[in-house]
Every structure is written in C-alpha cells, then in structure tokens.
C-alpha cells in the first residue's frame, strides 16, 4: 500500500479499487481539461464531497447512486 502525509504520524495508508474499464475510460474523459490530474484523484474527490455532505444512510447511498449514474455507471 502507498502512504502519503497526515497530521498524526505524517503516513496514511492507501488501498486499491477496482472499477470496470468502460467506466474509467468515462470518468478519462469526463475529468480532461478540468485539471483533476487523475482518475483517483477524481473518484477521491467525489467520495469526500458525498461523505461530507451531512447525508447519512439512505440519503447517502441514493447520493452516490445519482453520481455514479451521472459518470455513465
């Protein structure tokens, strides 16, 4: 696993998620000319801006479907 910087102990620990081909090629072309440098960085950011939402439960899940749905999935 990757490690980047925190506050605590300066390393966070990264793991790995698989996603269908066709949506990566979507979500490519989605983020070009945007300046989000990556896929991950991409999907990192949705995910923070879903969780920190203050949805929780059922909000939440229909909150990630509509943007996954959004990405083409």
């Known amino acids: 696993m990757k490690r980047a910087k925190n506050k605590e102990d ?3 620990e990264y793991g ?3 996603l269908p081909l066709p949506l990566i090629e979507k ?3 989605r983020i070009e000319g945007t ?3 990556s896929v991950s960085a991409y ?3 949705v995910m923070r801006e879903i969780l ?3 949805n929780t439960g059922k909000e939440e899940l ?3 479907r509509k943007r996954l749905k ?3 999935y």
């Open 27 to 29: 979500i490519k072309k």
């Open 62 to 64: 229909e909150e990630v």
């Open 43 to 45: 999907i990192s950011f």
């Open 70 to 72: 959004a990405l083409g």
């Open 10 to 12: 300066n390393k966070v």
């Open 35 to 37: 300046g989000m440098n």
């Open 16 to 18: 790995t998620i698989s």
């Open 52 to 54: 920190s939402s203050g």
